[in-house]
């Protein structure tokens, strides 16, 4: 679930670990009433500061997509379709923005980038 | 006692050509402080100076709350200490070498002490002098640990060790900063092995604390900007320019710390352009501030 954390990236790794669960929690790769890693395990498993998975979670028990329970763990929530089918529709905007800045970057016309877009939606080139 | 270490004015001469100047560094409480610098700034010497293993010549030490070196006794018993060479006597096992520790520390827990050791492979008979450097890595770090201290002192705790052997000593000091809320203050040139896990950064170069600053704060607000069209002089400008570096035709790279989005404005005020602006990571923002730092000497 946490493959792609980047420490380049100007998002902090709090708000990359949040986003991940809400993407593993909207896609239904985690279910209501799963508990998550302890903040001890995720923190040695990432290499990252505690206090980093601590916020993360903080975050995510704010936004409603987890809930902590003191002695027993984070446990996924049940999150409305509304609210997964939102996330789903954030992700795909992260992904298109960090796509299109990277084809700013190689001068790629908007042209271009839609064919190859419409390109890869419709199977690729197999 | 809101810094775990603090030092001010700290001054050392060690030899002709190198001394430590008025450092003043503090490790908040409950930080994990990364202490960088290239081999040869002085990150050892003043580790050395925290620990009462050399005395200054000037400046005071604070260390969990009592001066250094006076109050030594005690603090030691506090701060568990992985020097950056290996300081158990050869010729013990294992097991002895715990046992010597554990005899010298209050809060020595021997539960834990056996789990590490389980889990980092060291077997109980072999002589220190036999172990390979990751297995020494591992003890040494397993002596730290196991004596529950609430400050971890670790002077490039993973140089010269294999992945494998690093992974699972960073995974051993972040458990036990999850369980027990202590403080860590961590050497070392390998920047991107700190990059996740500090939230604080001292950069020392030529025995000089040049920035100390959270984490967060240190890579927000360096930037390599691409810029054309700039004036010679550009005035005063809401960020600082580290430094400037001419490219092809009017094309510029500019490193630059504090810089916020808005201030694409500020440029184009001045008649130029920020053609595309890069994230550096920690390393690179490492360099660029060496870099910047050394040519204004």
Not at chain 1, 66 to 83: I, P, W
Not at chain 2, 31 to 44: D, E, M, R, V
Not at chain 2, 83 to 107: I, K, N, Q
Not at chain 2, 207 to 215: R, V
Request: proline share 5%; with cysteine.
């Amino acid at each position: 679930m946490f493959e792609r954390l980047d420490p380049r990236s100007p998002v902090p790794l709090y708000a990359q670990i949040a986003d991940h669960v809400r993407m593993a929690i909207a896609s239904g790769e985690l279910r209501q009433g799963e508990t998550l890693p302890s903040v001890r395990q995720l923190s040695a498993q990432l290499r990252v500061n505690p206090a980093t998975v601590v916020q993360a979670y903080r975050e995510l028990e704010d936004d409603g997509f987890v809930a902590t329970r003191h002695g027993a763990g984070t446990f996924v929530q049940d999150v409305s379709k509304d609210l997964r089918s939102r996330e789903r529709r954030n992700a795909a905007r992260r992904l298109v923005r960090d796509l299109v800045r990277d084809a700013r970057r190689l001068g790629v016309s908007p042209q271009d980038l839609r064919d190859a877009l419409d390109h890869e939606l419709n199977g690729g080139g197999r | 006692m809101t810094f775990a270490v603090e030092t001010q004015q700290l001054r050392y001469q060690a030899g002709k050509n190198f001394a430590l100047t008025d450092v003043n560094l503090r490790v908040p409480v409950g930080s994990i402080y990364g202490f960088l610098g290239p081999n040869g700034a002085g990150k050892t010497t003043t580790i050395r100076l925290l620990l009462g293993l050399l005395r200054a010549e000037g400046g005071t030490i604070t260390v969990l709350g009592e001066s250094m070196p006076a109050a030594y006794v005690t603090v030691l018993g506090r701060v568990g200490y992985v020097p950056d060479r290996p300081h158990v006597h050869p010729s013990l096992t294992v097991g002895e070498s715990m046992e010597l520790h554990a005899a010298f520390y209050m809060r020595w827990d021997a539960r834990w002490a056996g789990e590490l050791q389980r889990q980092f492979r060291l077997v109980d008979d072999r002589r220190v002098g036999s172990l390979s450097k990751g297995e020494t890595g591992k003890l040494m770090m397993l002596l730290a640990l196991a004596q529950q201290p609430e400050l971890l002192v670790l002077d490039e705790p993973t140089d010269g060790l294999d992945p494998v052997v690093r992974r699972d000593v960073l995974e051993a000091v972040l458990g036990y900063v999850s369980d027990r809320q202590a403080s860590v203050l961590i050497s070392s040139h390998l920047v991107h092995e700190l990059e996740r896990i500090c939230d604080w950064i001292g950069v020392m170069d030529r025995g000089d604390l040049m920035a100390e600053l959270p984490m967060r704060d240190f890579k927000n607000g360096i930037k390599r900007l691409y810029v054309t069209g700039a004036p010679e002089l550009v005035g005063e400008t809401p960020f600082t320019i580290l430094s400037r570096a001419p490219m092809n035709g009017s094309a510029e790279q500019w490193l630059v710390r504090g810089w916020e989005p808005e201030m694409r404005g500020h440029v184009e005020s001045i008649g130029a352009v920020v053609t595309d602006v890069i994230d550096l990571d920690l390393e690179d923002g490492f360099v660029e501030l060496l870099r910047s730092f050394r040519d204004k000497r």
